[in-house]
Structures are given as structure tokens and as C-alpha cells.
């Protein structure tokens, strides 16, 4: 008799971030999962299909999850009366501060994985389709921001937002760790705002970072 389908795929995923988390992702194998959360191969393979798939959904997760943090704080922001283009990037760039936070191993796991090492498994389709899909979504939200500030979403303006809400405040935060989370947020805040003043380069100042590799580096971060 066949292994059923898990009804929560909850706890194989989380097992998965700690594999990672512990041991890098090659530490990810169903036997590796079997023992750590006693369901069973069968089990694991008729609700995830492949390794690749369950990496897959693993990823998929811990970006859901970032990407629903940060468009939640931007959308609070813009209905705020006061709230203004400037405000929304710096809610953005506070999301990979409160995100490790909320989701420890989701966020080791985008910190610590690249996209790419992810992608390139071998998985449904269905699965493979997702991951683009919030790769997408992910940039689509930072060219808004940039459209936001300098009416203008090339890849020099999206790749300037993506130092801000990606790359400074995982240096902040790695750095940091000893500050409470007001001093890291006026640090962070205060380095975006210098970032900004300078403002994107020109247009057509043959930038050749795609907005899709900007995202997946986004993606890649994570969400520390």
C-alpha cells in the first residue's frame, strides 16, 4: 500500500530550513527529513514528487512569506496621510530587519541558498512556474517603488532600490546584532536616505543587470 500525501507539509519544510540552516542545503535529502520528522519516504515523495520539489516549495514558502511582510508594511505606509514615496522604501528596507525575526529559518534559508541552487532542480512544473512567478513579483514591487521616486522603473533605478531593501540592511544587520532593533532602524534609515539623495545613475548608462537578476538577488538575501 502506497504512503499518503502529507495533509501538512508544515513540518517536513520546516525540518528542511533547520537541515539547512545547520548544514547548507546539500544537508537536504528525504532520508535526511524521514529521520528528523518521522514521516515516512513515501510520504515525503508523494506530497513533494522529487528533492527538487521539495527544495522548490521550501524556497517558495520563505518567499511568500517575505514578500507578504514587505507589501504589507509599504501598503500601510501608503495609507498613511503622510506617508510618501520615501517612507514606502524605508518600510521595505525595515522588512529584512523584522523578517528574521518572525521567521527565523525562512530567512537562514534565503540568506544562506541562491535562487539558482534552487531553480536548478529538477521538479514539477507546476513548481518550477511558482518560483518565476515571485520572482516577478518581487521585482515588479521594487520597480514600483522606484516609479514611486523618480518616475522610472530601469534597471539602474530597480537596482538602486534593491541596495537599499536587500543589500544595506543585511549589512546592518549582520553587523549590528548587538544594537536593539530602534538604533539598527535609524541606522538603516539613514544609510538608504544617503543612498537615495545620490539617486540612480543616468538613463541608458548601459546598466546590464536584468531586473530578473536583481530580484533573484533580492530573493537570495532573503529576507535577512
Not at 507578504?68 to 509599504?74: A, F, G, H, P
Not at 501598503?75 to 527565523?104: F, I
Not at 522603473?153 to 549590528?176: E, Q
Amino acid at each position: 500500500m502506497s504512503s499518503p500525501r502529507l495533509n501538512d507539509s508544515d513540518l517536513v519544510i520546516d525540518s528542511a530550513e533547520e537541515l539547512v540552516a545547520q548544514d547548507g542545503i546539500d544537508a537536504v535529502t528525504i532520508r535526511a527529513l524521514t529521520k528528523a520528522t518521522g514521516v515516512s519516504n513515501g510520504a515525503i515523495y508523494r506530497t513533494f514528487e522529487s528533492r527538487g520539489g521539495l527544495l522548490g516549495r521550501v524556497w517558495i514558502r520563505a518567499e511568500r512569506r517575505f514578500l507578504d511582510l514587505l507589501t504589507s508594511l509599504v501598503e500601510d505606509v501608503k495609507k498613511q496621510p503622510t506617508g510618501d514615496p520615501l517612507d514606502a522604501v524605508y518600510a521595505a528596507a525595515e522588512t529584512s530587519l523584522l523578517y528574521p525575526e518572525m521567521y527565523p529559518g525562512s530567512s537562514a534559508l534565503l540568506m544562506t541558498v541562491r535562487r539558482e541552487e534552487v531553480a536548478s532542480q529538477p521538479m514539477p512544473r507546476e513548481i518550477a512556474d511558482q518560483l518565476r512567478a515571485s520572482e516577478r513579483e518581487l521585482a515588479d514591487v521594487m520597480a514600483q517603488l522606484a516609479e514611486g521616486l523618480w518616475d522610472r522603473s530601469d534597471t539602474g533605478a530597480v537596482d538602486l532600490i534593491a541596495t537599499c531593501i536587500v543589500d544595506l540592511p543585511k549589512w546592518i544587520a549582520l553587523r549590528g546584532q548587538r544594537y536593539s532593533m530602534p538604533i539598527l532602524r535609524d541606522y538603516l534609515r539613514a544609510a538608504v536616505r544617503s543612498v537615495l539623495e545620490v539617486g540612480p545613475p543616468p538613463q541608458g548608462a548601459g546598466q546590464e543587470v536584468a531586473a530578473s537578476e536583481v530580484a533573484s538577488g533580492a530573493a537570495r538575501h532573503g529576507a535577512a
